[in-house]
């Protein structure tokens, strides 16, 4: 048989046209940073320490490494800077971006942050912090009111967890979220 008879036949095998299935969309880099980190829940990554986490889902996905730290030593950077929430200035001058915009994978750098709000679907309220810390988006929802992560080591627990942010109870501190870029 010619050639162009197996190569139509692997097309549409590959395709899912002969079989009925369809071929998966290839993955974004970001989606594949989730995706590590959600195969991992319940483990710990690297050293267990919050941005190891980032460190090797970045690597086993085909991106960059951390980059420079800005704006201050001890401030890690992931890649192309897409969000900042700063609540260290009153006039809102810092804040850079949308949390509409973000996206599974992207990387969340906390700095000296305090989160206050009420419990959504338990009653009373709650509060944390995050006085420096690394986390993953998992997924974002309601145009952004809430984004869930994937992080370690917190709560004294260095396995992979999973976790909700409300961007409007950041009271103090800051957020940069980086959008992973490949290698």
Known sequence: MPARFFLALAWLVTTGVLTGTQAAPPQSL??????????HK???VGNGECAALASVALRE???QARGKDSPNNGD???GELVLVLDRTQSDGKANKGKTADLKPGDVIQFRDTKWAGPRRGKGGTYS???PHHTAVVAAVEEKGAVIQIYHQNYGGKK?????TLYPDDLKEGWIRVYRPVPK
């Open 42 to 44: 319940g483990e710990g």
């Open 76 to 78: 890690y950077t992931w």
């Open 30 to 39: 970001g989606e594949k940073v989730a995706e590590y980190c959600k195969s």
């Open 128 to 130: 944390q912090t995050f």
């Open 159 to 163: 396995v992979v967890m999973d976790a």
């Open 61 to 63: 996905s085909g991106g």
